[in-house]
């Protein structure tokens, strides 16, 4: 009840709730303390949609034989129908929907999660306000290190974020493997990949392996240097949604980057991205081969 007489002596012209879930708790008493206040939800990114292409790699990975199977399945590719269909039985997605229409305005980060709200759950398009990652990055002067200057693969994000440590698993199992056959192959010494993040668990830390050139360094003081000292940023996601702030931040330091449809999904505004995209293993092993090695390229 402390909230509710808080809210309604503070009597805020607009309300600005952080995910449905805090529009679930909240939304209601602020309807009914403050009818007058706009009520303004921020999705940060769809969360049913990152649990739909979860659910459906899951399915993907039942009929695996052992783990490094299981941990080479590829990339959802599933279009907007097939997304719908998945979410439309979801709890997550009709909690998250209604949480929708019931605030005055929802700010949107994707906008190709804007088409799947307003094509197949029928949202209107005024209740949704297109609002990404409001970031400039500095010009002129940057500084950045050049091709010579750089070293070794870079991926970084939360641990407890669950597309990240999924894609640490495509990684360890899958993708660095063919990566370093491909360098073996051109008779290359294979570079080292570094993986940040902060909230590593045990399990991760086990699989810290120097002799593979697989290092698990964790939290980083300093995102920025770690992106910008990097040659090339691995960003292997599987399932997610939302634009992703690791890509962001190799784009402001000038590192190409090799990720999947998903990783790029609402990023590129139809340019020309700065490294690769593929939802296939081995062209992504080839493309981390051609940009580290190509300073054209690069």
Same mark, same amino acid.
């Given at each position: 009840?402390?909230?509710?007489?808080? !809210?309604?002596?503070?009597?805020?012209?607009?309300?600005?709730?952080?995910?449905?879930?805090?529009?679930?708790?909240?939304?209601?008493?602020?309807?009914?303390?403050?009818?007058?206040?706009?009520?303004?939800?921020?999705?940060?990114?769809?969360?049913?949609?990152?649990?739909?292409?979860?659910?459906?790699?899951?399915?993907?990975?039942?009929?695996?034989?052992?783990?490094? =199977?299981?941990?080479?399945?590829?990339?959802?590719?599933?279009?907007?129908?097939?997304?719908?269909?998945?979410?439309?039985?979801?709890?997550?997605?009709?909690?998250?929907?209604?949480?929708?229409?019931?605030?005055?305005?929802?700010?949107?980060?994707?906008?190709?999660?804007?088409?799947?709200?307003?094509?197949?759950?029928?949202?209107?398009?005024?209740?949704?306000?297109?609002?990404?990652?409001?970031?400039?990055?500095?010009?002129?002067?940057?500084?950045?290190?050049?091709?010579?200057?750089?070293?070794?693969?870079?991926?970084?994000?939360?641990?407890?974020?669950?597309?990240?440590?999924?894609?640490?698993?495509?990684?360890?199992?899958?993708?660095?493997?063919?990566?370093?056959?491909?360098?073996?192959?051109?008779?290359? !010494?294979?570079?080292?990949?570094?993986?940040?993040?902060?909230?590593?668990?045990?399990?991760?830390?086990?699989?810290?392996?120097?002799?593979?050139?697989?290092?698990?360094?964790?939290?980083?003081?300093?995102?920025? =240097?770690?992106?910008?000292?990097?040659?090339?940023?691995?960003?292997?996601?599987?399932?997610?949604?939302?634009?992703?702030?690791?890509?962001?931040?190799?784009?402001?330091?000038?590192?190409?980057?090799?990720?999947?449809?998903?990783?790029?999904?609402?990023?590129?505004?139809?340019?020309?991205?700065?490294?690769?995209?593929?939802?296939?293993?081995?062209?992504?092993?080839?493309?981390?081969?051609?940009?580290?090695?190509?300073?054209?390229?690069?």
């Amino acid at each position: 009840s402390s909230f509710d007489d808080f !809210v309604r002596a503070l009597q805020p012209d607009a309300v600005l709730f952080d995910r449905f879930f805090t529009e679930e708790q909240f939304g209601w008493r602020v309807a009914l303390q403050c009818p007058q206040a706009l009520r303004i939800l921020d999705t940060e990114d769809l969360h049913s949609l990152r649990h739909a292409r979860q659910q459906l790699l899951k399915a993907a990975q039942k009929s695996t034989a052992d783990e490094k =199977a299981r941990q080479s399945v590829a990339p959802v590719t599933a279009n907007a129908a097939q997304l719908y269909a998945q979410m439309g039985d979801s709890d997550m997605a009709q909690r998250e929907v209604a949480a929708i229409f019931r605030c005055d305005l929802s700010l949107m980060i994707s906008e190709m999660e804007i088409d799947l709200l307003h094509h197949y759950f029928s949202v209107p398009s005024q209740l949704l306000l297109y609002c990404p990652f409001l970031a400039q990055p500095p010009i002129g002067n940057l500084n950045l290190p050049d091709f010579s200057s750089r070293q070794h693969f870079v991926t970084i994000g939360n641990f407890r974020h669950e597309p990240n440590w999924d894609s640490v698993l495509w990684l360890k199992h899958c993708l660095w493997p063919l990566i370093r056959t491909q360098f073996a192959n051109a008779a290359i !010494v294979a570079p080292e990949l570094h993986i940040y993040g902060a909230y590593p668990p045990p399990k991760a830390m086990q699989l810290h392996n120097p002799k593979e050139g697989f290092h698990i360094k964790g939290w980083a003081a300093d995102a920025g =240097a770690v992106m910008q000292n990097a040659k090339v940023c691995l960003a292997p996601l599987r399932f997610g949604a939302g634009i992703k702030g690791k890509l962001m931040e190799a784009m402001h330091k000038g590192t190409p980057s090799i990720t999947t449809s998903i990783g790029s999904e609402s990023m590129s505004g139809g340019l020309a991205w700065g490294g690769a995209i593929t939802d296939d293993a081995g062209e992504f092993a080839r493309a981390a081969l051609d940009i580290y090695q190509q300073p054209l390229l690069w």
